[in-house]
């Protein structure tokens, strides 16, 4: 069965420092998401992505996060300078697409633990 | 604003006993409600949705919910539950409200702990 996959699974980083976190959707389809849990709290949105542009980004998503599609079959997530706050579990999703945009299933991959220092 | 609330953190209970997981939503739209289920060290998995129609949904693996507007809920429920069952399990919505895209918007999670 098609799965969304994510490296790596955990990513221990300096404070200030740049991050990617990467994620293969599933191949056909069409909508890309980011989502983070920092622990003990609830998984919550970043950001959505169709057609090659953001299609919604949640208020924590700021100027220090982007995200991109880099070759058709990754979908990546940037934070330029890190801050212990960052510190969370990253989750990728993606959708179809075809069945109105409302009521699409979301797979999600396993997760990044990124552990900010 | 939209919320979700899942009332119970944790939930012990023995093999073969009933459970409910709870949730309670608040939103000012139409919703739609999903129920994930995580595994340790593996990603979210749809257990079950409701979208439209009958408001009670299952799941393959003996799971049912059961929307109900008027109390703004939407429980999940099993008759007996196995060692298997054991994972964290999220409630969650979307709608109109994220401007027709997926938005989800997550409970806190409850984490379901099977005993023998």
């Known amino acids: 069965e098609p799965e969304v996959t994510q490296t790596p699974s955990h990513q221990v980083t300096q404070m200030g420092q740049e991050v990617i976190l990467r994620c293969v959707p599933i191949?056909?389809?069409?909508?890309f998401y980011w989502y983070r849990q920092i622990l003990g709290q609830k998984v919550e949105f970043l950001v959505s992505?169709?057609?090659?542009?953001?299609?919604?980004k949640s208020e924590i998503f700021d100027d220090q996060f982007s995200v991109e599609r880099p070759d058709g079959s990754n979908f990546t997530l940037k934070i330029r300078s890190t801050k212990l706050e960052d510190s969370a579990m990253y989750f990728c999703?993606?959708?179809?697409?075809?069945?109105?945009?409302?009521?699409?299933?979301?797979?999600f991959g396993p997760g990044t633990r990124l552990t900010v220092l | 604003a939209q919320s979700v609330t899942q009332l119970d953190s944790q939930v012990p209970v023995f093999e073969e006993a009933p459970v409910e997981l709870r949730c309670n939503y608040s939103?000012?739209?139409?919703?739609?409600l999903f129920w994930y289920v995580q595994y340790p060290n593996q990603g979210l998995q749809l257990l079950l949705k409701?979208?439209?129609?009958?408001?009670l949904v299952e799941s393959i693996n003996g799971f049912e919910a059961e929307f109900n507007k008027s109390q703004t809920s939407f429980h999940l429920r099993k008759p007996s539950v196995h060692i298997s069952d054991t994972a964290e399990y999220f409630c969650a919505v979307s709608g109109m409200f994220s401007g027709g895209y997926n938005k989800l918007i997550f409970g806190a999670g409850t984490r379901l702990a099977v005993h023998p």
């Open positions: 191949s056909n389809h069409l909508y």
């Open positions: 409701y979208l439209s129609g009958s408001t």
């Open positions: 999703a993606s959708s179809a697409g075809l069945a109105g945009r409302v009521t699409d299933t979301q797979y």
């Open positions: 939103s000012s739209v139409s919703v739609y």
């Open positions: 992505f169709y057609n090659n542009e953001i299609s919604e």
